[in-house]
């Protein structure tokens, strides 16, 4: 072993190092995992220790810890493991564990070394997510709207047939959870890509509001739309993403549309006409009277 393996710059690296010989004793032990040590074992671990007799008070832990560095010193296998790691009584912290081969300069093995990585705020984020994701996919589910939520980055965390059948026809592709917005709507014309995205950025920083809005790629496959969004939060309250609930009202905006064709067809000819035309309610109060009708009785 070289002595750039010890060199006492590890003690400033803030992850837990340790390395051992192919007979599981301590070759180098930087500061971080000595300190999380003593927490949990109420004991040092010093250079030249074996882990057979550091841990020979806790046979549970001794038999895990000794499986995985056999594992890597031993056997020459290299693996990641993630490992919840607590004194009795306190939370625990989660750590990403890799094991590596010690070689020395011929490349024969001489031992192991790990690394571990505190990830635990990373776990908990991700288990936080994970719950929003759950309890909106039960809200979705049935909805008989057009029901989409995402993360932070606008990647899909959950979206209900509905939305994927509309999404598909409008834009000519699927969708699917794990999906980013971004990267889909990139075949969408300019300003509805534009539109869209600025609709889900402003729902995930609280400030959306409702909105009416038409999509599609061609003319033949144009929506309208009510859309409302909501900001999703996670236990601490901070943001975690957004949903969206479309209401997809093409049907009523083509009546509404073809009724006022029709008003306007019909008041054209009332202007025009050269004969008197009242309407009335069932009041008889007069609801139209066009010009020739008022030139009529002055």
């Given at each position: 072993?070289t002595?750039?393996?010890?060199d006492?710059?590890?003690?400033g690296?803030p992850?837990?190092v340790l390395?051992?010989d192919?007979?599981?004793r301590?070759?180098?032990?930087?500061r971080a995992?000595?300190a999380?040590?003593?927490?949990?074992?109420?004991?040092?671990?010093?250079i030249?220790?074996?882990?057979?007799?550091?841990?020979a008070d806790?046979?549970t832990e001794?038999?895990?810890?000794?499986?995985?560095?056999?594992?890597?010193?031993?056997?020459g296998e290299?693996?990641?493991?993630q490992?919840?790691?607590?004194?009795?009584?306190?939370?625990?912290?989660?750590?990403?564990?890799?094991y590596?081969?010690l070689?020395?300069?011929?490349?024969?093995p001489?031992?192991?070394v790990s690394r571990?990585?505190d990830?635990t705020?990373a776990v908990?984020?991700?288990?936080a997510?994970?719950?929003?994701t759950?309890?909106?996919e039960?809200?979705?589910?049935?909805?008989p709207?057009?029901?989409?939520?995402?993360d932070t980055d606008?990647t899909?965390?959950?979206?209900n047939?509905?939305?994927?059948?509309d999404?598909?026809?409008?834009?000519?592709g699927?969708?699917?959870?794990g999906?980013?917005l971004?990267?889909r709507l990139a075949?969408?014309?300019?300003?509805?890509?534009?539109?869209?995205?600025?609709m889900w950025e402003?729902?995930?920083s609280g400030?959306a509001?409702s909105q009416?809005?038409?999509?599609?790629?061609?003319p033949e496959?144009?929506?309208?739309?009510?859309?409302s969004f909501?900001?999703?939060r996670d236990?601490?309250g901070?943001?975690a993403?957004?949903?969206m609930?479309?209401?997809d009202?093409?049907?009523?905006e083509?009546?509404?549309?073809a009724l006022?064709?029709?008003e306007?067809?019909f008041?054209?000819l009332?202007?025009a006409s050269?004969i008197?035309i009242?309407l009335a309610?069932t009041?008889g109060?007069?609801?139209y009277?066009?010009?020739?009708?008022?030139?009529?009785?002055?």
């Amino acid at each position: 072993l070289t002595e750039a393996m010890f060199d006492p710059a590890i003690d400033g690296i803030p992850d837990l190092v340790l390395a051992v010989d192919r007979q599981l004793r301590v070759m180098a032990v930087n500061r971080a995992y000595a300190a999380e040590f003593s927490r949990m074992f109420g004991r040092e671990i010093t250079i030249g220790a074996s882990l057979h007799d550091v841990l020979a008070d806790f046979p549970t832990e001794r038999a895990e810890a000794i499986t995985r560095w056999e594992r890597a010193a031993v056997h020459g296998e290299e693996f990641s493991v993630q490992r919840s790691v607590g004194a009795q009584g306190q939370d625990p912290s989660i750590y990403e564990v890799r094991y590596a081969v010690l070689r020395d300069a011929a490349g024969a093995p001489i031992g192991a070394v790990s690394r571990m990585v505190d990830v635990t705020l990373a776990v908990r984020d991700r288990s936080a997510l994970a719950a929003v994701t759950e309890r909106l996919e039960s809200v979705i589910r049935y909805s008989p709207d057009r029901v989409v939520g995402v993360d932070t980055d606008l990647t899909v965390l959950a979206i209900n047939e509905h939305a994927k059948t509309d999404f598909a026809e409008l834009w000519g592709g699927p969708i699917s959870v794990g999906d980013n917005l971004r990267e889909r709507l990139a075949g969408a014309p300019p300003d509805q890509r534009a539109a869209a995205l600025a609709m889900w950025e402003q729902a995930i920083s609280g400030k959306a509001e409702s909105q009416f809005a038409v999509f599609g790629a061609t003319p033949e496959f144009m929506r309208a739309y009510e859309i409302s969004f909501g900001a999703l939060r996670d236990a601490d309250g901070e943001a975690a993403g957004a949903v969206m609930v479309a209401k997809d009202v093409t049907d009523r905006e083509t009546a509404l549309t073809a009724l006022r064709e029709s008003e306007g067809r019909f008041r054209a000819l009332g202007e025009a006409s050269p004969i008197g035309i009242f309407l009335a309610d069932t009041e008889g109060n007069c609801t139209y009277a066009n010009p020739r009708l008022q030139q009529i009785v002055g």
